[in-house]
């Protein structure tokens, strides 16, 4: 099993920054591709970025340029910078991790607010 624990979320105003922190344990070996995705109220949950073991990484549109994942192989964490924050933004945010391109495994979320 793999436990994800999220940390960072909070509230803040349009035009900020906040960082969210993800951290993995238990059995963490072959977990290919860990990320981030978010589901806002009424919506579906999406994909906001992820990041392979061997660093390439991927961002939905509508955070490029704004967002910033990164990975610690060896503190087992991804990261998530986040910048020039939207009121579209906020949603719940989960980390995921995916372990030998099969296995899906969830953090249990931290919401971000995004205030206007």
């Known amino acids: 099993q793999v436990q994800l624990v999220e940390s960072g979320g909070g509230t803040v105003q349009a035009g900020g920054s906040l960082r969210l922190s993800c951290a993995a344990s238990?059995?963490?070996?072959?977990?290919?591709?860990m990320g981030w995705y978010r589901q806002a109220p009424g919506k579906q949950r999406e994909l906001v970025a992820d990041?392979?073991?061997?660093?390439?990484?991927s961002y939905a549109d509508s955070v490029k340029g704004r967002f910033t994942i990164s990975r610690d192989n060896a503190k087992n964490t991804v990261l998530l910078q986040m910048n020039s924050l939207k009121p579209e933004d906020t949603a719940v945010y989960y980390c995921?991790?995916?372990?030998?391109?099969?296995?899906?495994?969830w953090g249990q979320g931290t919401q971000v607010t995004v205030s206007s």
């Open positions: 238990g059995s963490i070996f072959s977990i290919n591709t």
């Open positions: 990041i392979t073991s061997g660093g390439s990484t």
């Open positions: 995921h991790g995916l372990r030998y391109s099969t296995l899906n495994y």
